[in-house]
Each structure stands twice: as C-alpha cells, then as structure tokens.
C-alpha cells in the first residue's frame, strides 16, 4: 500500500479502479472498491484485463507500464487508464461510452471553481445537472442551476443521491464510476453518472417515493 499520496493521485487511482470494473464480467474478475487504496484486488484486476488482451492478441503486451505492485500502478496510474482506454477497449469490445478527458484541446479543462466542456460535452453535463435535479427532493439537497458548468455543488449532488441509493440497496455501491469527491470526477465520469442515474437512481429512489 502506497501511504503519503496526493489528493490527485488518490482521485487518479479511484478512477483507475472505476475504469477496471467496466472490465470485471469480459475479463473474469470480481468488481473492485473504488477507494484510492492500491491493493490486491486492484492489482489482481489490471493483470486479469492484461490476460485477456493477450489472449486475443499475444503481441499487444503493454510496453508504457508496469503493474507488479501498489508503487507501479501509482507510478503509471495515467498510462494504465489510457491503455484500458484505448487498447483494451477496443481489443475486448467494451463499453460504447467515451469517458472525457481532462486537458487543454481534450474534452474539458478547469478554470477557477468550475468544470466546463463545449458542444455535447456541455450538453452532458446540462443533463447531469438536470437528472440530479429530478432526485433533489428524494435525496435532500437544493436544485442545481443548470448551466453546465460542473461546480462542487454538482459533485456533492452525485455523492448524495449515490448514497441515499446505496442506503437502500448495498449491492448497488459498485459502479462504473467513482462516487465523485470532485467536479473533476463528476466531469470526467458525467456519460456514466447519467447512464447511472437514469437506469438505477431513479428507478430505486423514484418508484419507492411513489413518484
């Protein structure tokens, strides 16, 4: 276990292991705790999804990282998730959803206390905002401006309706997802949250409110 980590790295790594669970049915691994802590499991899952790479093609052997214990999956944390995000992805046909990326030119940046995209990445976040807004009432906490502009406010919306679903259904706690401490998580992840929140949130908190 990697102790004295950054905040950064801590929300890289749970993104990391959020990343991997999309992973667990293709390549045959228990879905990991998304909790920043590097361990065995989250070890066990990056070798499982490597394997399953190989399997269909042998020559496609990682060369930008390696992944034998918690300091190397810290150290190429970001080099792991881009591999899982390209030659993984497409190699094992998983997932249609396009994670955003962070970074001048990508999907979406920050600028001061908000998280902001152009396009259909301002249209996603929009809809966020416009799906929590739906659950406000059920989960308790105050409607969302919805501007598209991805606050603190919207990640603490996320984390509370994740919660109050959690709550009521412990087996739903793993996702494909971190339950965002941040905007930068909620950005990221803002394609899977909505997937999230319109096929499971709303299913088990507004059917149970009678609404």
Request: aromatic share 8%; no cysteine.
């Amino acid at each position: 276990m990697v102790t004295n980590m950054s905040n950064e790295t801590r929300s890289e790594i749970r993104m990391l292991q959020a990343d991997l669970n999309l992973y667990a049915p293709t390549a045959n691994f228990q879905a990991v705790k998304i909790d920043g802590v590097v361990g065995p499991r989250t070890s066990e899952a990056i070798g499982n999804v490597v394997k399953a790479v190989l399997a269909k093609n042998s020559l496609l052997i990682p060369a930008g990282f390696t992944y034998g214990n918690a300091e190397e999956i810290t150290k190429y944390v970001s080099a792991i998730r881009d591999w899982l995000a390209t030659t993984a992805a497409k190699t094992l046909d998983v997932s249609s959803k396009r994670l955003f990326k962070k970074g001048s030119g990508k999907d979406w940046n920050v600028k001061g206390d908000i998280a902001y995209g152009a396009g259909a990445v301002h249209d996603q976040f929009m809809t966020l905002q416009k799906n929590l807004n739906s659950l406000a009432d059920v989960v308790g906490f105050s409607k969302l401006e919805v501007d598209g502009f991805i606050g603190d406010k919207t990640a603490k919306a996320v984390k509370s309706t994740y919660d109050k679903v959690v709550a009521k259904n412990s087996l739903l706690g793993i996702t494909a997802f971190p339950p965002p401490d941040t905007k930068e998580e909620a950005a990221e992840f803002a394609q899977f949250i909505n997937d999230w929140l319109e096929t499971t949130a709303k299913k088990q908190l507004l059917a149970e409110a009678g609404v």
